[in-house]
């Protein structure tokens, strides 16, 4: 069971387009928004270009749109170690987790890359596994780094997040890391 949104709040509007290749097909969908959110990402294993394809899709419509603020989700994996990891996670668990599902934490830095050479003012959130939990809004923030210890986060807890730090300047130009 995935944590669903019900999509209201006075200020945000969902939107959902299916088919995402086109940037003209998006344009009319964030003319007008202040920001744009995205939580594209593989499904399977076999996912191996669905995220840095699609973003490369949303990036251009919002550059055409006039759309300046962006944020999308990627993953712990694809930055660095943080300082003071144990060194089973360190040394064994990473490792091992970046060997496994490399193919899908190349395309998320792929997308990683073109979202810092986009000229929007990004954000990239990077959240450890992902679980099927309710919002707590109890998570710690790490800005131009992962989470130290940080192991889960709930879904919910990961779209909280990335709506805090929509107005947080700090986290402009920066991976933002996300845990429990």
């Known amino acids: 069971m995935r944590s669903q949104y019900n999509g209201k709040h006075p200020n945000l509007e969902v939107v959902r387009v299916p088919g995402l290749n086109d940037p003209a097909a998006l344009v009319p969908a964030v003319k007008g928004s202040d920001a744009a959110i995205s939580g594209v990402g ?9 995220a840095s394809s699609t973003t490369r899709v949303i990036l251009r419509a919002l550059q055409e749109a006039g759309v300046h603020r962006f944020v999308a989700v990627s993953a712990a ?16 668990a990473m490792p091992l987790l970046r060997r496994v599902l490399r193919g899908i934490y190349a395309d998320l830095a792929t997308m990683e890359a073109e979202i810092a050479a986009s000229g929007l003012d990004w954000t990239v959130v990077r959240p450890p596994r992902l679980q099927d939990k309710p919002l ?3 998570y710690r923030l790490a800005i131009g780094a992962n989470v130290a210890r940080g192991f889960t ?3 919910a807890d990961v779209a909280h997040a990335m ?3 929509l107005t947080d300047p700090a986290t402009v130009g920066q991976a933002v890391g996300v845990a429990t």
Do not use: M, N, Q, Y
């Open 163 to 165: 709506l805090a730090v």
């Open 136 to 138: 707590t809004g109890r």
């Open 77 to 92: 994996p694809v930055g660095p170690t943080p300082p003071g990891e144990r060194f089973a996670t360190r040394a064994i």
């Open 153 to 155: 986060v709930s879904r």
């Open 42 to 50: 593989a499904r399977s294993p076999k996912d191996l270009t669905v």
